[in-house]
């Protein structure tokens, strides 16, 4: 790791001040600030190469990208004319975290009871989607979804909206007035489901259509196609999917795969033709770069290949895995198949829309499995890792010089337990681990978009 000479992760020589932000587009923030430079590997320490991580830092931010990074000692003394001081001192600077598979309309059914995946459909979830019919019942969800989002420090996610429209409609600007880099899209789902919340292949084309040309790459948001999962789209819906994609290669494909086993058997059931539930997804033309395969617990070894000879990315999404009862994800029969890999939350099926606590169940998960998940590789994961596998990473995903600054402060006293096992540790990578292990939205000190504080 490159380690940039300076002071501790807890300086004592410089004391923590508010700044009254001015119309100024340029910031300096001083902190300790730690991101990565490429994938870390799977040892505890990562190569100096892969990470660096400055003491005491200067992140230098105007017109809402980073223009510097360094020392503080170097920096202070290039700070363009005009620049505002913010000083940190005591917080840790990490890039904002991506959630890689998420849904806003379940926000109110997180912690339903009792069920796994396909009776949980037809009890929780298919009447909670019902009421997204509704723009203003929409909007006022889609607000406080990002809101929760910014509070835990995620700065961009791929979401799944409803069936309906305006879901999608609701959500997107929500996320255009908070100037978000966010992916969604509109549900595709013609069979297998409540007739209320039943499209067909044409009219999902048209409303898909419509929203794709109103919204990708409108400000820092993106489309999805987004059929549900194979079982509630008909080979004619998923036909028309392949048809929006090839006439907008440039957005995303977005839905679930082998998340449970049941659900596994029932694909073999609708698809008999096919070798595999992933199978079905290749066959209709789906699995390509910016496609996000959501759980993809139970493949097999040919099925992981496809994954990544197509560019496909899969979403880790553990605390979904575990509440639901579906399964365990195996982290290193992804990475050794070098298949792109991001964490998600998937609210509502997952509890949690801290993405420090998804990486602790992730740890888990994969020590479950006889391996371990180290700090360094759960932070990417968190952010260069889930860039690269929205093929986001020149835009986000670290401090790059040019690239979008959305970040996060950490703080190192969220809780009394944190705060007094963080002064136990030896370095920053056990320090780090700790923060994970035991952090949550009180670990947030700040969520910065485009260089401005929005949140905390």
């Known amino acids: 790791m490159k380690q940039v000479p300076g002071t501790d992760l807890y300086p004592n020589n410089h004391t923590t001040r508010t700044v009254v932000m001015t119309e100024t587009n340029c910031f300096a923030y001083r902190a300790s600030i730690l991101h990565l430079l490429d994938d870390p590997g799977i040892g505890f320490v990562p190569e100096p190469e892969h990470a660096e991580f400055i003491p005491d830092g200067l992140l230098v931010v105007q ?24 000083d940190l001192s005591g917080q840790l600077l990490i890039p904002g975290l991506i959630d890689t598979h998420i849904h806003y309309p379940q926000t109110d059914m997180i912690a339903a009871y009792g069920e796994q995946l396909l009776s949980w459909l037809e009890t929780y979830t298919f009447p909670t989607e019902r009421c997204f019919a509704d723009p203003v019942h929409a909007r006022e969800v889609a607000d406080f979804f990002l809101e929760q989002l910014l509070r835990n420090g995620t700065t961009t996610a791929l979401v799944f909206g409803t069936v309906h429209k305006a879901s999608v409609e609701a959500f997107f600007e929500a996320a255009e007035a908070r100037q978000l880099r966010m992916i969604a899209g509109k549900v595709l ?16 084309y048209v409303e898909s259509r419509e929203l794709i040309e109103k919204w990708q790459g409108r400000g820092r948001l993106s489309y999805a196609v987004t059929p549900r999962f194979a079982p ?78 197509t560019g496909t990315a899969t979403a880790f999404c553990p605390t979904s895995n575990l509440f639901i009862g579906s399964g365990l994800f195996d982290f290193y029969a992804n990475r050794d198949h070098g298949i792109r890999t991001g964490l998600g939350t998937d609210v509502g099926g997952g509890t949690s829309f801290s993405l420090l606590q998804t990486a602790s169940e992730a740890y888990k998960v994969t020590q479950m499995l006889g391996n371990k998940l180290p700090p360094a590789q759960a932070l990417y994961l968190l952010t260069l890792g889930g860039a690269r596998a929205l093929y986001l990473d020149r835009q986000i995903g ?29 370095s920053i990578w056990e320090k780090l681990f700790v923060l994970m292990m035991l952090g949550d939205e ?3 000190a700040g969520t910065y978009i485009l260089g401005r504080k929005v949140a905390v």
Not at 74 to 85: I, K, M, V, W
């Open 63 to 86: 017109d809402g990208k980073v223009l510097r990074l360094g020392k503080t000692v170097d920096e202070l003394a290039h700070l363009p004319t005009g620049c505002e001081l913010v």
């Open 189 to 204: 789902m013609d069979r297998n489901c409540p007739d209320y919340l039943r499209d067909t292949p044409e009219s999902g």
């Open 232 to 309: 509630t789209s008909s080979p004619e819906q998923l036909e028309k999917a392949r048809e929006l994609l090839n006439a907008f290669p440039e957005v995303y494909l977005h839905t679930h795969v082998a998340e449970n086993l049941r659900e596994v058997e029932w694909v073999r059931e609708l698809f008999p033709d096919r070798r595999s539930y992933l199978d079905v997804y290749y066959h209709h033309g789906l699995l390509r770069p910016r496609s996000v395969l959501a759980h993809c617990i139970h493949l097999d070894h040919q099925d992981r290949t496809c994954i990544a000879e």
């Open 398 to 426: 670290n401090f790059a010089v040019g690239k979008e600054a959305d970040f996060i402060a950490l703080r190192l006293d969220g809780t009394p337990l944190l705060a007094r096992r963080l002064q136990l540790c030896a």
């Open 442 to 444: 009180r670990s947030i």
